[in-house]
C-alpha cells in the first residue's frame, strides 16, 4: 500500500495491518478490527463498499479440528479476533480516492 494511503488510516479509532520493519506484507486481504464490526460492514454495504470476512470461525473451532476436543473458550483472544475482523477492498485498480472513501466512511460511522 502506498505510503499516503496508509496515513488516511492513521486517524481511524479502529485496529489496522501492522507490517513489521524487516518485512512486506503481501496484501491479499486488507482485514481491520472494528467491534462494532456487523454494523460497520452494514453501514459500508449501504455507502456502496463491499467487504468480506474471510476467517469468521477460528482455527480451533474448525470442524476439521474438533479430534482435539477444543471448545468455544479455549482461546478467547482468536474468538475475539474473529468476532471483530473485516475485509477491506483490496484489489491493485483500487485508486486513492476510492480509499479516502472508504476510510471516510469508515470514519462517519465511529463519529455516529
Known amino acids: 500500500m502506498r505510503k499516503s494511503t496508509m496515513n488516511c488510516w492513521k486517524s481511524l479509532a479502529l ?14 486481504v486488507y482485514g481491520i478490527r472494528a467491534k ?9 454495504g449501504k455507502n456502496g463498499v ?8 477460528p482455527v480451533h473451532l474448525q470442524k476439521a479440528y474438533s479430534f482435539m476436543g477444543l471448545r468455544e473458550g479455549s482461546f478467547p483472544a482468536s474468538e475475539k479476533v474473529a468476532s471483530e475482523i473485516l475485509s477491506l ?17 469508515i470514519q462517519k460511522f465511529l463519529n455516529s
Not at 15 to 28: D, I, M, S, W
Not at 36 to 44: G, I, P, S, T, V
Not at 50 to 57: A, E, F, K, Q, V
Not at 89 to 105: F, G, H, R, S, V
Open 15 to 28: 485496529r489496522c495491518l501492522y507490517e513489521a520493519g524487516y518485512a512486506k506484507h503481501v496484501y491479499h
Open 36 to 44: 462494532k464490526r456487523d454494523e460497520l460492514r452494514d453501514f459500508l
Open 50 to 57: 463491499s467487504t468480506g470476512i474471510h476467517y469468521p470461525i
Open 89 to 105: 477492498p483490496m484489489y491493485p485498480e483500487l485508486t486513492e480516492e476510492q480509499m479516502k472513501y472508504i476510510a471516510d466512511n
